[in-house]
């Protein structure tokens, strides 16, 4: 294009000679594209072609490399830097983006879905919104990108002013090059905001650059509208010169030549455009910061003023006063005006807050010294044995304390409004009327941190660190909110608690864990619906007293007694107790001493709320204390009766590790899934590693700890995560015990939740949080029911209710079910049985089975299987036979032989009397009838010889008489003739 006059020139020559020769006013410069060497040209271009002639000719310009500073521009005419005029302003090499009534050329912004799954999820508005002066993020849980592309001659650098005020909300900025790779930065993940504006600089290389806000929430239960992170004020240096300057925009102004930026004009002033000075609005009128044009002031009414107490005067009296709310921007002048009413009579002036005396040279007050006390008039020394409490305590509210501030919060950042949200009022501090009922009231109390007292220095770990407490009240006609906030700063914290429309007279107290929470913060809004009407000025919060225990320089209100130690000198100081001792007061006397004691075996010792006095708390069943009698814990075993009085014995050795889980997934109303995600850290020894859910939605998120604690968890391909995790909170931290009962400790476990159709029943762990919330003013516990399961594999199993998905149906009280091999009691020989094997080849086995069904896991093992020795039922037949066999022979044999023995007799008796001499009826005498030795084997032989066997038998029966005996001959006939001879003889 810079050829173009030179090429018309040759062609029509004639032509150009008739046109007039070139002013200053038709023509300007500009710069060739640089070549490899870094150089260019500046060349004369005509504002209009054909219009003139004689431009000049061509020469050498500076080099790409050449820039201006800041309030200056290149004069293209003498390549010099000049200054910029007043009204006007120039980054020099930079460029700057102050304005955001729409987006600036270049900017690009764009929603989509990150979550990582195939929802349909509509995010096509949810971009960055231009508004006025700033831009700000979307309100929902699409991701929205907001992306700037700039080319640097030499290296510069971006920087800008961002608002980013909810942990909830993640929030990056990064770079990239020309090859779409992210720089490095240590600065990418954004922190939050500590005022309402801070300030990011990142440094540029050379070349391609492309910028990327990129935002996403992670919240689920909490209204964004006013919650977006806001850009403003973004400049970026090391780009190409710039040959003019910018003027300023309307409600700023700059005074002197040589400005980078343009000054707001302060209130109840205003300017146009270009503007070198700001103008003073009429009388009538009034401007906020930054006005580009002054409003009509409207009547003064009953909400533009209000009342506080004076601080004590030199004679210790104060009064009620009116003040009109500053800036004022009301008339008293105008129709229908009210006046600011008279200020009340002088009175007494009320005591000091406790810790802290009346001064009589200033006549305020002022903190007593340390180990002093006093309940708001005299400090007086804490008596031997004691040591002083130390806190904060406001009850009385005549001046706002030195580390308490008030000012107000507009969802837009509104520099301009005033700064007076609570206000003194003797017996309480309360929210003043606004000038828009969407505006936060804030009330920030900020303490240096925390120390415990001499006598618990050494036991932190089972005394309470610290403690807040607050009475207050609200009184609304719409829909106000009280917000109570704690965190590190004002401008980091998170939501503790929130208590909607009208509240009577009540207390509120939060137990401080952590010494990093130092900022507390009370935020009242009238309402969150958008109106520039004051409708509801007259909705207050009233907070009467504040008090915060064991704080870092605090002060005395009492001291309480201690357990003292003795040195050489006499000197006495307090100490703690031992591990598993309280203090105990003991009268002596008129006075008292404090003296350990120790609590009863199995015990902690804990801190009694709302006293803050140690007692000692027994552990529950199948629980022991810890080292430092802090906790109770679970050594991971149980032992419990069975209604039949027999004893089992529980092993959770394999589930100590701390376990994760989720519920099913859930969505957005926008289509974003998440799922509430749980840590279980159930039982083990000492030291264990605690369940730990954190917030990764920021570098410096929250982190719990406890037994049970739970998160949101969003799949993302965010920030090279696979989850997002956020709003984590402690379910359980205390252990009450563990048994198979259905209730313990005002904590229930309705067996309906998880039906079961074995006898055997489940163990249940029971644990609390003492944490409150304005949905859980008894804090949060939890149960987990550790179900015997022998068939459960190696990866086990925990579900909640099936009628309460996110296992919990009231978000206080949670149940799980958890089904494990390992949750059945460990195995005795009275849960198998023997099998005995019939007798087989002289062997019998012995096999031990488990009883059915299997509920038992581990303990003893099943015995192996015994082989033993027997007699089979064939041996025992055979043996009878056998025996029957042999008992028959012989019964046979003996027959015989007492047959033969008969025989004999029988023999001999035949033979003695054939031998009686002759004489038939004669027997032998005496001395005969004795058988001679030798006679046997010769009369058997020849018996044998004469007869057979068969031929005896024969004889035998025939020589048997009708009487059964046998018949021998022995001449009885002859005897009976000659009886008398007979008888004669035997005489």
Request: proline share 5%; net charge negative.
């Amino acid at each position: 294009m810079y050829l173009l006059p030179l090429l018309l020139c040759l062609l029509f020559p004639r032509a150009f000679a008739d046109l007039p020769m070139c002013k200053e006013s038709d023509y300007h410069f500009e710069y060739t594209e640089c070549d490899v060497l870094g150089s260019r040209w500046r060349v004369a271009i005509p504002n209009k072609a054909l219009t003139c002639t004689g431009l000049p000719d061509p020469v050498k310009g500076t080099q790409c490399t050449f820039s201006c500073n800041e309030g200056e521009f290149l004069d293209m005419r003498t390549q010099m830097c000049q200054k910029c005029a007043a009204g006007t302003h120039s980054l020099g090499s930079g460029v700057a983006f102050d304005e955001w009534d729409r987006l600036p050329a270049g900017f690009v912004t764009l929603g989509i879905n990150t979550n990582g799954w195939d929802v349909k999820t509509d995010c096509s508005n949810s971009t960055w919104t231009p508004m006025g002066d700033y831009v700000a993020s979307n309100t929902d849980e699409c991701t929205a990108t907001l992306s700037y592309s700039v080319n640097l001659k030499k290296p510069g650098r971006v920087s800008f002013d961002y608002s980013y005020s909810d942990s909830s909300i993640y929030f990056e900025f990064f770079v990239q090059n020309d090859q779409c790779q992210s720089t490095e930065s240590t600065s990418r993940w954004m922190g939050i905001s500590e005022s309402d504006w801070s300030h990011h600089e990142v440094e540029l290389n050379k070349g391609s650059n492309v910028l990327f806000w990129r935002t996403t929430a992670y919240t689920f239960h909490t209204d964004l509208s006013d919650k977006a992170v806001l850009l403003r004020n973004i400049r970026i240096s090391g780009v190409a010169y710039t040959s003019e300057c910018f003027h300023c925009k309307p409600g700023t102004h700059s005074a002197k030549p040589g400005a980078a930026r343009c000054d707001p004009c302060p209130p109840d002033t205003y300017s146009n455009k270009g503007a070198t000075v700001c103008q003073q609005c009429d009388p009538d009128k009034y401007a906020e910061v930054s006005s580009g044009s002054c409003k009509m002031r409207p009547a003064c009414t009953n909400t533009d003023y209000f009342y506080t107490h004076t601080p004590c005067d030199a004679h210790g009296k104060t009064q009620l006063m009116y003040k009109w709310i500053e800036p004022k921007i009301c008339s008293e002048t105008a129709k229908g005006s009210v006046k600011l009413p008279a200020s009340g009579e002088k009175q007494m002036c009320p005591p000091c807050n406790p810790g802290f005396f009346m001064s009589n040279t200033s006549a305020t007050c002022q903190a007593c010294a340390e180990n002093f006390y006093s309940n708001g008039t005299a400090c007086k020394e804490c008596p031997a044995g004691t040591e002083a409490v130390v806190g904060f305590e406001y009850k009385w509210w005549n001046t706002m304390p030195s580390n308490m501030k008030s000012n107000v919060l507009r969802t837009d950042l509104d520099d301009s409004m005033h700064r007076t949200a609570w206000e003194v009022a003797g017996e309480y501090v309360y929210t003043t009327p606004g000038d828009r009922d969407t505006d936060y009231l804030m009330l920030t109390l900020t303490v240096p941190g925390y120390r415990l007292p001499k006598s618990q220095a050494k036991d932190g770990k089972r005394s309470e660190l610290s403690r807040i407490s607050f009475v207050f009240e609200t009184s609304c006609s719409a829909d106000c909110t009280l917000l109570f906030l704690a965190g590190l700063n004002p401008w980091n914290n998170n939501e503790v608690e929130q208590w909607k429309g009208s509240n009577g007279k009540q207390s509120y107290s939060y137990l401080i864990q952590s010494n990093a929470t130092v900022s507390f913060t009370w935020a009242f809004q009238r309402t969150d619906n958008s109106t520039t009407e004051k409708r509801y000025s007259t909705d207050v919060a009233k907070i009467f007293s504040i008090h915060i225990t064991n704080v870092l320089g605090g002060v005395a209100s009492k001291c309480h007694q201690c357990a003292l130690t003795f040195s050489p000198d006499d000197d006495s100081a307090c100490v703690p107790c031992p591990p598993g001792h309280r203090l105990v007061s003991e009268k002596v006397g008129e006075g008292a001493k404090g003296t350990c004691q120790r609590c009863p075996p199995n015990s902690i010792v804990a801190t009694e709320w709302p006293t803050g006095e140690p007692a000692c708390v027994a552990c529950g069943s199948n629980t022991k204390n810890n080292q430092a009698y802090t906790a109770c814990l679970s050594d991971c075993t149980a032992t419990v009766q069975t209604t039949g009085g027999a004893l089992l014995h529980y092993d959770f050795s394999p589930l100590s590790n701390v376990t994760s889980f989720q519920s099913g997934p859930r969505f957005t109303s926008k289509g974003l899934r998440y799922f509430h995600h749980f840590s279980v850290a159930l039982c083990g020894e000492e030291g264990r590693a605690p369940a730990t859910c954190v917030d990764n939605v920021t570098e410096h998120g929250r982190v719990v700890q406890g037994h049970v604690c739970q998160s949101l968890v969003v799949p993302s391909d965010i920030r090279s995560q696979n989850m997002v995790a956020s709003q984590p909170f402690v379910v359980g931290d205390t252990l009450v015990g563990v048994t198979t009962d259905t209730a313990l400790a005002n904590i229930s476990s309705p067996p309906g939740l998880f039906p079961s159709t074995s006898n055997l029943p489940d163990l249940i762990f029971y644990f609390r949080s003492p944490e409150t919330t304005q949905a859980c003013k008894g804090g949060r516990t939890a149960t987990i029911r550790l179900r015997c399961d022998p068939g459960m594999s190696a990866k086990d199993l925990i579900t909640p209710p099936s009628n309460c998905s996110e296992g919990t149906c009231d978000g206080c009280t949670f149940h799980f079910l958890w089904q494990s091999q390992h949750a059945c009691p460990r195995c005795t020989k009275h849960n198998y049985r023997e099998i005995v094997s019939a007798c087989e080849q002289g062997i019998q086995r012995t096999t031990y089975v488990w009883q059915q069904p299997l509920q038992c896991h581990g303990g003893e093992a099943l015995p192996a299987q015994t082989v033993s020795a027997c007699v089979s039922l064939d041996f025992w037949l055979k043996f009878g036979v056998s025996t029957g066999t042999a008992a028959a022979a012989l019964l046979v044999t003996l027959i015989c032989y007492f047959w033969k023995k008969t025989r004999k007799l029988e023999y001999k008796y035949s033979k003695l009397i054939m031998s009686s001499g002759g004489k038939e009826c004669e027997l032998p005498t005496a001395d005969s009838c004795a058988i001679m030795e030798g006679e046997d084997a010769e009369d058997d032989l020849i018996h044998l010889t004469h007869k057979s066997f068969f031929s005896k038998m024969k004889a035998y029966s025939r020589e048997r008489t009708s009487d059964g005996f046998d018949s021998v001959p022995l001449k009885s006939s002859s005897c009976h003739l000659q009886k008398e001879d007979c008888d004669s003889d035997y005489a």
